[in-house]
């Protein structure tokens, strides 16, 4: 359309200049062939009027009539002659041909002829007047009237005239041809130039825009990436985000486009038992944090099928429809086999990433057998996300450190995908991150993602610094983006969250008092226990054995909470299969052992220890029931329990005792903060809770529901789809210009 509209404006003045090049020429071009012609007949006429002289001037000295008007008349045979006349020195007509007008004088004759272009109009059609006088010694000053006919002057003036205007017709096809070519090869040469520089192509390319460009080539991208975070900022100010604000955003800023999650953890599983197959949900922070937006968005959530029964309910395409109540999306399922499990999961995953990225102090494991199970399994998953996907285009969620290499092998495969990848775990500086034997592997299989998210700056600049320092690639601090053979990443911090309870969920509750009677009575405890809880999947990286060591410092410390502090541990078991993690087990249950035998005494233990997985509901009961929760994380992405808690507590009552390397104490920060590592300082932390006042309590707790609230799951997905739509909507525009560009003829 702008080529057309840049052609028309070149066209319509060159043909409006072409018709008045037209108005004007051709007239005078008619004035011009006139003269010329009555130049020629004039020197025509004079030769006529010479030969004919000596004859007439004769004919006249002997007095002849006869003769004088056979001379005439046989001269007025030439075709181009219309008549010829002889005057006398008085202009007097002596003799003319028949042809000769009667109505035409000498005196008008001669007039006639003294006129620039000496032309007559007769009703027999125009004629050209020439004068000739003879020997005025011999003819007594007689003169000749030669009368041509200018019809054919006439003739070739008109054609003339066509072929000017044939030839200003062509003229001008020719001159709009040239300027639409013209136009058109420098306008996709503009358009294409502008894209590279747009792009940033400019720089890392042979390509350099013109000199006179680049100014404004960069000022333009400046100008654009400046609204865009203008945008982004403006967006945050939002209030509220909620299932159908997240609804409305993937229809309008995604178009409905499909959504595909990949995690390897499965968001249900399905399990036998003496009752027959049972639905489990594993207790997994980013299962709680993505099963609200794949219920929101209705797309594919493809993940490892890993519960004993799992096989038996999927279709032929290892899908099942979930929530198996109502179901609102797909899960595919992808089968791995025990050597792939090994390698991949608990080998390079758990052995070497986990601890690589958490500062737990517990060694990574390098396999070289496990990298490539690790590669064979993210190369599965890749190949799976490739079959779901219902267009070339859609929008992968791809979560976390189990999927390291999988952005990079999805966007080989599907080069229009928009790949979200987020990270849910810390991600630690460069030199602790330089002794993964395969860095550089891992982080060029990271920035195949159009974003890489993780929970909070500090991440996302160690993730910075770490390519910095191991790869060649093209940082732009200012915007926070990565640019990396040629493909562009932004890297951004979304703080991860809780879907915050409905009213009616909140209302469906036991009411606080009941909770406790119930927990109270289930744990056999007397009414004025002070009860702490601590919830966690049973890993070293969440200091259990630390929260353990400032309870017995508590007990030590403050003789006073002997026999009326319990602290509940409720611990889900997870990757028992690896020695870390068992020998973890054995020092907890240790420790536990020693406190109570400690501080026990008949009927009271100080410390309860639940090695189980529990539901939602015994969770929220026990956190309504509890004086305060424990979160003592040695180091943490986020930490949604610490959340969990204060969505628990509607009566605005209960204390958050929350470790400073958890990322979620950049948030919380109403909470009290300690240092796992500190076990005094801890200690205190809890005699603080135990003795905090209500009016106090209430303040805190209200205010950290707020930000809760507030900066809940579908804020965190919210945001970063948002940024995926306007990520692809640049796309979509840049496409659109190169394909005019290119021209209709290109493939898209
Ligand atoms: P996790 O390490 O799994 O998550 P966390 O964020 O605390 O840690 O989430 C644990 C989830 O499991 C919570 O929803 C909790 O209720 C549940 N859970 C814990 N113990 C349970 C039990 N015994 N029974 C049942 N459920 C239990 C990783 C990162 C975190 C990050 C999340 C989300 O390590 O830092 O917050 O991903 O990104």
């Known amino acids: ?15 409006v200049s072409l018709v008045i090049a037209a108005l004007v020429v051709l007239p005078l071009m008619d004035q011009l062939t006139l003269r010329w012609f009555s130049r020629d007949l004039n020197t025509r006429g004079t030769a006529v009027a010479n030969a004919l002289s000596d004859s007439l001037e004769d004919a006249l000295a002997s007095g002849s009539a006869q003769r004088l008007q056979m001379l005439i008349e046989r001269a007025a045979r030439d075709e181009r002659l219309v008549a010829i006349a002889l005057c006398s020195g008085t202009n007097q007509l002596l003799r003319h041909s028949a042809a000769f007008p009667p109505s035409l004088s000498c005196a008008e004759s001669k007039r006639v002829a003294r006129e620039p272009e000496q032309r007559l109009e007769l009703r027999t059609g125009a004629v050209h007047v020439g004068v000739f006088a003879l020997n005025p010694e011999r003819s007594n000053g007689a003169s000749v009237v030669l009368l041509h006919d200018l019809s054919f002057v006439e003739r070739r003036s008109q054609d003339t005239r066509q072929y000017l205007i044939a030839f200003i017709v062509v003229l001008g096809f ?62 945050e100010l939002v209030m509220v985000w909620d299932p159908e604000r997240l609804r409305a955003l993937l229809h309008t800023q995604l178009r409905g486009d499909q959504v595909i999650v990949v995690s390897n953890r499965e968001p249900y599983l399905h399990e036998h038992t003496d009752q027959g197959i049972v639905v489990r949900r594993p207790a997994s922070g980013l299962v709680t944090a993505v099963e609200p937006v794949m219920r929101a968005c209705s797309g594919t959530w493809i993940a490892h099928g890993s519960g004993g029964a799992d096989r038996d309910v999927v279709d032929t395409h290892d899908r099942i429809g979930v929530p198996p109540e109502s179901p609102e999306y797909h899960l595919r399922r992808i089968w791995l086999t025990e050597q792939e499990e090994q390698g991949y999961y608990y080998g390079f995953a758990n ?33 799976a996300v490739v079959q779901e996907a219902r267009r070339e285009d859609p929008v992968v969620l791809v979560q976390d450190y189990h999927f390291a290499l999988l952005p990079q092998m999805i966007a080989e495969k599907l080069p229009r995908a928009t790949i979200l990848t987020f990270w849910h775990i810390p991600w630690p500086n460069p030199e602790s991150f330089g002794i993964c034997p395969w860095r550089k592997e891992i982080l060029q299989g990271m920035l195949g993602s159009t974003i890489l998210g993780f929970h909070t700056r500090f991440h996302c600049k160690n993730f910075i610094e770490t390519v910095d320092r191991y790869l060649e690639a093209r940082i732009e601090h200012e915007h926070s983006s990565i640019s990396f053979q040629g493909s562009e990443t932004l890297i951004e911090s979304y703080p991860i969250s809780i879907e915050w309870p409905t009213q009616a969920e909140v209302e469906s509750w036991p009411a606080v008092a009941e909770c406790r009677r119930r927990v109270f009575e289930r744990m056999q405890l007397p009414p004025d226990t002070c009860l702490a809880v601590g919830v966690d999947r049973f890993d070293y990286t969440k200091g259990i054995l630390e929260r353990l060591r400032a309870v017995e410092g508590l007990l030590e410390r403050y003789p006073q909470w002997r026999g009326k502090f319990v602290f509940v541990q409720v611990a889900a078991p997870t990757r028992a299969a690896l020695d870390e993690y068992r020998n973890f087990r054995d020092r907890i249950q240790l420790a536990t052992d020693r406190i109570n035998q400690r501080f026990g005494t008949q009927g009271y233990q100080p410390v309860h220890l639940l090695i189980e997985h529990h539901g939602r509901e015994q969770i929220n009961e026990l956190f309504r029931a509890a004086q305060m929760c424990v979160v003592t994380s040695l180091h943490d992405g986020m930490n949604l329990v610490s959340k969990e808690f204060v969505a628990a507590r509607d009566d605005e009552q209960g204390v958050l005792i929350l470790s400073r390397f958890a990322g979620a104490a950049r948030e919380l920060t109403e909470a009290l903060i300690v240092n796992p590592y500190h076990v005094e300082e801890s200690a205190d932390a809890l005699h603080r809770a135990a003795t905090m006042p209500p009016a106090e309590q209430r303040e805190r707790m209200a205010s950290l529901r707020m930000t809760v609230r507030e900066y809940n799951v579908y804020r965190w997905a919210g945001r970063m789809l948002a940024d995926a739509g306007r990520w692809r909507l640049r796309a979509r525009i840049e496409a659109r210009v190169q394909r005019h560009a290119d021209g209709p003829t290109r493939p898209a």
């Open 1 to 15: 359309m702008k080529t057309l509209q840049l052609q028309l404006r070149f066209l319509i003045p060159l043909l």
């Open 174 to 235: 020719v001159i709009a041809l040239v300027t639409v070519v013209v136009a058109q090869l420098s306008w996709r040469g503009w358009v294409s130039g502008m894209n590279a520089i747009l792009r940033g192509e400019g720089l890392i390319r042979p390509f350099l825009p013109p000199p006179e460009l680049q100014p404004v080539a960069s000022e333009v991208r400046a100008r654009l990436r400046d609204l865009e975070d203008e945008f982004r900022r403006s967006q």
């Open 351 to 383: 052995e070497g990433m986990w601890p690589l990225c958490h500062v737990a102090h517990v060694r990574p494991v390098f396999r070289e057998s496990d990298w490539e199970q690790y590669r064979i399994v993210n190369q599965r998953f890749a190949d």
